[in-house]
């Protein structure tokens, strides 16, 4: 099988899709090969994303957004403290 890349829309439109095939009575290897995944990508995916609705996926994006930056600003506020740190310790007389 060739490697697809699938957004998390696309894998939750599968997932979807293989949890119609397991209620209509089908088994997990046939509605994963009627998907066209792997059963580890389908583990994984259910794992991930399993009873997520499309608007929670889009604030789970929003909220990882949102935490990335705030690491950020905390990043660049710790290398200024030790910046300032170091300066205070350079102009602090010698005894």
């Keep these: 099988m060739t490697r697809k890349r699938f957004s998390e829309e696309d894998a ?22 009627a998907a066209e995944i ?5 583990y994984k995916w259910r794992k991930l994303y399993g009873g997520m609705g499309k ?5 789970l994006k929003a909220m ?7 690491k950020r600003i905390v990043a660049e506020l710790e290398l200024d403290k030790l910046i300032l740190q170091e300066s ?8």
């Design 64 to 70: 990882e957004k949102e935490n990335a930056r705030l």
């Design 38 to 42: 792997s059963e580890a990508t389908y």
């Design 12 to 33: 939750l439109n599968i997932l979807r899709q293989v949890d119609l095939d397991l209620a209509g009575g089908s088994s997990v290897e046939t509605a994963i090969r």
């Design 55 to 59: 608007s929670q996926l889009r604030e």
């Design 88 to 95: 205070l310790d350079y102009l602090k007389p010698k005894v």
